[in-house]
T-cell receptor, first 113, second 114 residues
Framework: AQSVTQLDSQVPVFEEAPVELRCNYS??????LFWYVQYPNQGLQLLLK??????LVKGINGFEAEFNKSQTSFHLRKPSVHISDTAEYFC???????????FGTGTLLAVQP | DTAVSQTPKYLVTQMGNDKSIKCEQN?????MYWYKQDSKKFLKIMFS???????INETVPNRFSPKSPDKAHLNLHINSLELGDSAVYFC?????????????FGNGTRLTVT
């Protein structure tokens, strides 16, 4: 069965600092990987996705993620964060025999001035 | 123009009542979903419909009954509400059924059962 692990429940960071949000998955087959962002009192929005091809994926708002098959990771990065990036970030995996998207438990990115 | 809209935004009700949440998408997508997000932010799929046909039905109590009158609408009816039903319920849609098709979420309905 597929699973997703987001080890950090909360990541505090100062404005304009770089950030990495970690995501590891387990799957025995090829997967599709996603990062979604949830701002307070809103639904989730797609940040970026990896379906195939280049392992470095660029998304909206200056975020990018790198698919690393050997380490089964899909970490999200941004070189310089803004206060407005404060939100909950969810990693998700799908593919193989399942037709369901499995979400991680989320990481709260808290950007401080 | 809201892509996926759900109503109401907030729903406060007592145990034992029956309530409905409505969802509509104007994206022309074929597939719609209901997700439940608990107090710890854990997000889990409940149901999915493709062009009015049920395709995913997770281990959800049969007090929850989805209804899709057409492919642009997916409503959720809940009978005999319990305290544990308190959560945020998200409607979502996608262009296709496959998991490689990104999801578009509504803003959620916060259900509080007292």
């Amino acid at each position: 069965a597929q699973s997703v692990t987001q080890l950090d429940s909360q990541v505090p960071v100062f404005e304009e600092a770089p950030v990495e949000l970690r995501c590891n998955y387990s799957s025995s087959v090829s997967v599709y990987l996603f990062w979604y962002v949830q701002y307070p009192n809103q639904g989730l929005q797609l940040l970026l996705k990896y379906l195939s091809g280049s392992t470095l994926v660029k998304g909206i708002n200056g975020f990018e993620a790198e698919f690393n098959k050997s380490q089964t990771s899909f970490h999200l990065r941004k070189p310089s964060v803004h206060i407005s990036d404060t939100a909950e970030y969810f990693c998700a995996v799908g593919g193989g025999a399942t037709n369901k998207l499995i979400f991680g438990t989320g990481t709260l990115l808290a950007v401080q001035p | 123009d809201t892509a996926v809209s759900q109503t109401p935004k907030y729903l406060v009700t007592q145990m034992g009542n029956d309530k409905s949440i409505k969802c509509e998408q104007n994206l022309g997508h074929d597939t719609m979903y209901w997700y439940k997000q608990d107090s710890k932010k854990f997000l889990k799929i409940m149901f999915s419909y493709n062009n009015k046909e049920l395709i995913i039905n997770e281990t959800v109590p049969n007090r929850f009954s989805p209804k899709s009158p057409d492919k642009a609408h997916l409503n959720l009816h809940i009978n005999s509400l319990e305290l544990g039903d308190s959560a945020v319920y998200f409607c979502a849609s996608s262009h296709e059924t496959g998991v490689n098709s990104p999801l578009h979420f509504g803003n959620g309905t916060r259900l509080t059962v007292t």
